[in-house]
């Protein structure tokens, strides 16, 4: 680690507390007596920008700010266009789905600010990247290939685009017409990065071909797969009514989550029906139409199951959203489809109480919170669909539900006018 930080001439610290900015300078500076501490405050200047000099840092420690989502728009923004230095992200929320998102858009860390101590950031500190420190060199900036205008039309294949409606770590998503019939999809263009990494692009295609696959209503439809300027992207379904997320956040009712439950459980059995394990299934990835039917979207990771036993395929390398994982997949150990019946528990607890089962200050904590801890108790009396949500969080999949179908049937018997009754719907 020395090594690394010996590289580490000058830090920039961005926080509007000065006490903040203070202690930040004050920790660093015991691993980095050489170098020179740059401090400023957004809230009595501009957001800075790509045109601002970041090549003239090796490290930046900033705070996320009173809104997240806003600030990891910016990220993915700037880290289009610029090559930037390492980013430590601080927070005084210690979400650990927000640390998930902000290390995939490229941070190197992000810490709650109640963790701010030597031992957290030399931790965070020994993983910052070699490659990337030293002053970088501006001739490799980062530029996509051929950036889309919707104002001006561009296209995509048959498609005229419309609107960039949303922003990952390895695809943009456009809403767009059919040239000829006037369809309304939405196009997923992966970034310029994954589709010039193989292994990133075959994860793209297999996540296509396994959704293709399915023809179920509560799976999004993927229509076609196709590449323009050595990007490739895929055509599908647009649900434009919202996410789970959103309608956890403006309360659900118990009818709402009984009829949620029995269509998500609905497009497991499908998926499993097909061999297929979806390992990453949470709120935001459930997207409604119009007419308040759901989808599942977003199996990137998802995997077939085969004879073989299926566990986490790269050691150290986290598979799923801490939040949502099963005991199973927190402990690495072999995976089936009751891990996404677990997961199911775990979302409907979430819409029942309007708060995860399980949370803590870092991933680890989330994670070892699943496999050993009991589950709170719930606030009130559901009555059965109480006893539904435990079962679904049992630690040992053999004493939960077995299939989807069953978790529908058992929502049925309690729930019949609020759970679709008709067998096309569920098979």
Known sequence: ???????????????????????????????????????????????????????DYQLIVMDVGPDTRQ??????????TVKLP?????????????AVDFI????????????????RLIKALTQLPRLVLGKPDASTRRNPAKPLDAENT???????????????????????????????????????KISKDPESRDRFIHEFELIKSIDHTNIVKMYELGVQNNDIYSVMELLAAGDLKQKITGGLSQEQAVNYTSQIAAALYMIHRHGIIHRDLKPPNILFR???????????????????????????????????????QAMGNKLDARTDLY???????EMLEGQKPFTGSSAMDIMYAHANSPVPELSQDYGELGNIVMRL??????????TGLEVIQALQHSYPDHVDNQPSKIL
């Open 1 to 55: 680690m020395n090594n690394i930080l010996q590289q580490v001439s000058h830090v920039f610290i961005i926080d509007n507390n000065l006490e903040c900015r203070r202690t930040v300078a004050a920790l660093l500076v015991r691993f980095m007596k050489h170098a020179r501490f740059s401090t400023y405050d957004p809230s009595q200047h501009p957001r800075l920008g790509r045109r601002f000099p970041w090549h």
């Open 71 to 80: 600030t990891k728009d910016w990220f993915a923004k700037l880290s289009e």
């Open 86 to 98: 390492p980013f430590i992200f601080l927070h005084m929320d210690c979400d650990a789905d927000n």
């Open 104 to 119: 995939k858009l490229g941070a190197a860390d992000y810490i709650c600010k109640s963790q701010l101590e030597p031992k």
């Open 154 to 192: 561009a296209e995509i294949g048959e498609y005229n685009i419309q609107a960039r409606i949303g922003k990952g770590s390895t695809a943009w998503v456009y809403r767009a017409t059919h040239k000829k019939n006037n369809r309304v999809v939405a196009i997923k263009l992966c970034l310029p």
């Open 290 to 328: 119009d007419d308040d039917s759901l989808a599942l979207i977003d199996f990137g990771i998802a995997k077939l199951i085969t004879g073989q036993n299926l566990t986490q395929t790269n050691i150290g390398k986290m598979v799923g959203t801490p939040t949502y994982v099963s005991p199973e």
């Open 343 to 349: 997961t199911l528990g775990v979302i409907l607890y």
């Open 393 to 402: 969080l049992e630690k040992e999949p053999d004493n939960r539900y077995a």
